[in-house]
């Protein structure tokens, strides 16, 4: 299940995006709005809940949140932008990726 966050996650949330893939979930993220959608079989079914609510693609970037160790890892096939000079799956700017994890842990974080 997919769920749109703009606030602090609640418990249940967490728990519905979890089911889908078990250890993690998968999201995507809005750097520009702090927003995020998560829960989907891939980054793009997310993206595309934040595309479908008005959310540019160029400042959405994917990620994975490991609710059990709280850990944020920034790899996904929607990463891949060379127009944007991110060449591989991985988000290389460290400025994009503090954003990404900030937002994460602000709106994930703490919830298990």
């Known amino acids: 299940m997919i769920h749109l966050i703009r606030k602090k996650a609640a418990s249940e949330q967490i728990e519905q995006m979890l089911n889908t893939l078990g250890t993690y979930i998968k999201l995507a993220v ?3 709005q702090r927003i995020l959608a998560g ?3 891939l980054h793009a079914d997310c993206e595309a809940e934040l595309l479908a609510d008005g959310c540019q693609q160029e400042d959405i970037w994917g990620a994975d949140w490991y609710s059990r160790s709280q850990k ?3 790899e996904a ?4 932008r ?3 000079n991110n060449t591989g799956m ?3 700017d460290p ?3 503090l954003q990404v994890e900030s937002i ?3 709106l994930l974080g703490g919830v298990n």
């Open 72 to 74: 944020v890892r920034f």
């Open 77 to 80: 096939l929607i990463n891949i």
């Open 39 to 41: 829960g989907g079989i």
């Open 30 to 32: 809005d750097i520009k």
């Open 104 to 106: 994460v842990r602000e």
């Open 82 to 84: 060379p127009r944007q």
């Open 95 to 97: 400025d994009i990726r």
């Open 90 to 92: 991985e988000i290389m």
